[in-house]
């Protein structure tokens, strides 16, 4: 009958080593070579889906300039009340300059503040000119002719409110009830004028100085 002995065999330490730091330098450069390559596929992804973005919003401030464009063309062709359509023209001017500048806002973002001090100008000129529109309808520019129309539907006019604390029936006469909410409402619309771009300014001003909320 025949025994086998097995003999063991020792390794050096050193060899262990060495083949351990050969695997943790090999699972370290995988490990960097996948972090790498997902952050370049994110990018791709980030620069498609910007691209997209930019193509859709820039599709749009097209059609939306060409729809307003068209409008004013046809106002110019019709040019027979001058008075009125100047002013309908301004308001018009509102939908390509909104668009644009935010369209620019959006592909160079550095530069939004500035663009959006300008559509917050604009605005305020657009409200301006809308209430003077008002007016040239109702009154052909004549601000008393409008107080005039009110007043002789003022059952329908609604009590002033804020700083005119009146009611109704505490009024002389139906024309200064008319008055005094023409009065109301020019007030609040150079409210609006006065502090929209003032307050874009301070905001821009605010930015620069790294002023946080």
């Known amino acids: 009958m025949r025994y086998r002995y097995s003999r ?32 370049y596929t994110n ?3 980030s620069s498609e889906n910007s691209f997209m973005l930019y193509q859709l919003s820039g599709t749009l401030m097209l ?9 004013i063309t046809a106002h110019l062709r019709h040019f027979h009340q001058p008075f009125i359509q100047r002013k309908i023209l301004a308001i018009l001017w509102m939908a390509p300059i909104y668009s644009v ?15 959006s001090l300008i559509k917050d100008c604009y605005e305020a000129y657009a409200i301006y000119t809308f209430f003077a529109f008002l007016i040239a309808v109702l009154g052909k520019g004549n601000r008393n002719a409008v107080v005039a129309l009110l007043a002789q539907h003022s059952e329908h006019l609604q009590e002033p409110v804020g700083f005119l604390c009146f009611t109704k029936d505490e009024y002389e006469s139906p024309y200064r009830l008319a008055l005094t909410i023409i009065n ?30």
């Open 101 to 115: 500048t935010s369209w620019l806002s959006l592909v160079f973002s550095p530069v939004a503040g500035y663009l």
């Open 8 to 39: 063991s065999v020792v390794v050096p330490s050193c060899i262990f080593s060495e083949a351990q730091s050969e695997i943790d330098e090999e699972v370290a450069r995988v490990k960097t070579d996948v972090d790498t390559y997902v952050e």
């Open 43 to 45: 990018e791709q992804f």
């Open 63 to 71: 059609i939306g300039g060409l729809i307003s464009l068209w409008h």
């Open 184 to 213: 109301q409402c020019q007030f609040f619309c150079m409210q609006f004028v006065l502090l929209k771009p003032f307050i874009g300014i301070t905001m821009l001003v605010l930015e620069k100085v790294n002023v946080k909320d």
